[in-house]
């Protein structure tokens, strides 16, 4: 029951969002000028912005955010930790600091060469925190991943902010991506991304159930019949392709990954196969929400969304911080 009431309430605030999304910025659509475009109807002012900026700006959004979240439901059940996210573990920061290396050294600028390189990044941060973690005496633990993929970011984004500097011309035109932001793709940047994304979700859903056993223990899984490599191998490869390609088209955001899986996993309980799905629908939600929260708040000019969910992250996590009792994995 709680499953069905959750998903008819993401969709009916999926659906909500998305004409809020089309309708509200420096320049408002009213409902009937949106219906008048989307019928060939519409003035040339309202349908250049409906098509050229607002509408991309949506389905950004919703891919983007539906991408971050199920990556963090993935690295949660993967890592058995409740903590971890693509941010918390680096992910973020190997996409961005490939990135910023294909700019200032090799000169990339369209977007194929940014998500090779964003794709690049987050698969060598992944496994530079899964080696890490599983390096020295004992098993890898939740804790000593954690750490790992904390000190890596650190690093990397040190590095990366070093390299910016160094160049700032260079880089001028990429603050805003920086910071986090779904303005700007186009449709064109829309598709070259959205099969990665894709790829990843179908992944993802795949591997539900032997996530199901890993929580339970690995040993355990083992003796249920779980086949624990190619588990985890299939876990890495969905979160790398999620969270590559969506930092490569709308920069590092953090915290959505920790907090959706969260939130859906606070309502639904454990098991994986409610959980990631439902994530897909409160991730893009979060982010759309954030998105249009983003154009208004402060009056004439727009924040980037990456700096609205880390003001909505935060109290998250001092609260996740602060209950007596973690969501269980």
């Given at each position: 029951?709680?499953?069905?009431?959750?998903?008819?309430?993401?969709?009916?605030?999926?659906l909500?969002?998305?004409?809020?999304?089309?309708?509200?910025?420096?320049r408002?659509?009213?409902?009937?000028?949106?219906?008048?475009?989307?019928?060939?109807?519409?003035?040339?002012?309202?349908?250049?912005l409906?098509?050229?900026?607002?509408?991309?700006?949506?389905?950004?959004?919703?891919?983007?955010?539906?991408?971050?979240?199920?990556?963090?439901?993935?690295?949660?059940?993967?890592?058995?930790?409740?903590?971890a996210?693509?941010?918390?573990?680096?992910?973020?920061?190997?996409?961005?600091?490939?990135?910023t290396?294909?700019?200032?050294?090799?000169?990339?600028?369209?977007?194929?060469?940014?998500?090779?390189?964003?794709?690049?990044g987050?698969?060598?941060?992944?496994?530079?925190?899964?080696?890490?973690?599983?390096?020295?005496?004992?098993?890898?633990?939740?804790?000593?991943?954690?750490?790992?993929?904390?000190?890596?970011?650190?690093?990397?984004?040190?590095v990366?902010?070093?390299?910016?500097?160094?160049?700032?011309?260079?880089?001028?035109?990429?603050?805003?991506?920086?910071?986090?932001?779904?303005a700007g793709?186009?449709?064109?940047?829309?598709?070259?991304?959205?099969?990665?994304i894709?790829?990843?979700?179908?992944?993802?859903?795949?591997?539900?159930?032997?996530?199901?056993?890993?929580?339970?223990?690995?040993?355990?899984?083992?003796?249920?019949?779980?086949?624990?490599?190619?588990?985890?191998?299939?876990?890495?490869?969905a979160?790398?392709?999620?969270?590559g390609?969506?930092?490569?088209?709308?920069?590092?955001?953090s915290?959505?990954?920790?907090?959706?899986?969260?939130?859906?996993?606070?309502t639904?309980?454990?098991?994986?196969?409610?959980?990631?799905?439902?994530?897909?629908?409160?991730?893009?939600?979060?982010?759309?929400?954030?998105?249009?929260?983003a154009?208004?708040?402060?009056?004439?000019?727009?924040?980037?969304?990456?700096?609205?969910?880390?003001?909505?992250?935060?109290?998250?996590?001092?609260?996740?911080?602060?209950?007596?009792?973690?969501?269980?994995?």
């Amino acid at each position: 029951m709680r499953t069905a009431l959750l998903t008819a309430g993401l969709l009916i605030g999926l659906l909500s969002s998305v004409v809020l999304s089309l309708a509200v910025g420096a320049r408002p659509l009213s409902v009937a000028e949106i219906l008048n475009v989307l019928r060939d109807h519409g003035s040339a002012e309202a349908t250049a912005l409906l098509w050229d900026y607002r509408l991309p700006r949506t389905l950004v959004a919703l891919l983007v955010g539906a991408a971050l979240a199920v990556a963090g439901g993935l690295i949660q059940a993967f890592t058995r930790n409740p903590l971890a996210d693509p941010g918390i573990l680096g992910v973020n920061a190997g996409a961005a600091f490939a990135v910023t290396v294909a700019i200032a050294a090799l000169g990339v600028v369209d977007t194929s060469g940014l998500i090779v390189a964003a794709l690049l990044g987050a698969a060598v941060a992944s496994l530079a925190v899964v080696a890490i973690g599983a390096g020295g005496r004992g098993p890898a633990t939740p804790l000593r991943t954690t750490l790992a993929g904390v000190a890596l970011a650190a690093v990397l984004g040190g590095v990366t902010s070093g390299l910016r500097l160094l160049d700032p011309g260079t880089f001028d035109r990429f603050r805003v991506w920086a910071a986090g932001s779904v303005a700007g793709p186009d449709l064109a940047q829309l598709v070259s991304v959205a099969p990665w994304i894709g790829i990843g979700l179908l992944i993802a859903l795949g591997v539900t159930r032997p996530l199901n056993a890993i929580a339970l223990g690995e040993d355990l899984a083992g003796s249920l019949g779980v086949r624990l490599a190619p588990a985890r191998v299939l876990a890495v490869g969905a979160v790398t392709l999620l969270a590559g390609a969506a930092t490569a088209i709308a920069g590092p955001i953090s915290f959505l990954g920790l907090m959706v899986p969260h939130a859906v996993r606070w309502t639904v309980g454990p098991d994986q196969r409610r959980i990631l799905p439902l994530s897909v629908l409160g991730g893009a939600l979060l982010l759309l929400v954030s998105d249009v929260l983003a154009r208004v708040v402060l009056p004439g000019r727009e924040l980037p969304v990456g700096v609205v969910t880390a003001f909505v992250g935060a109290p998250v996590l001092v609260l996740l911080v602060r209950r007596r009792r973690v969501s269980g994995l």
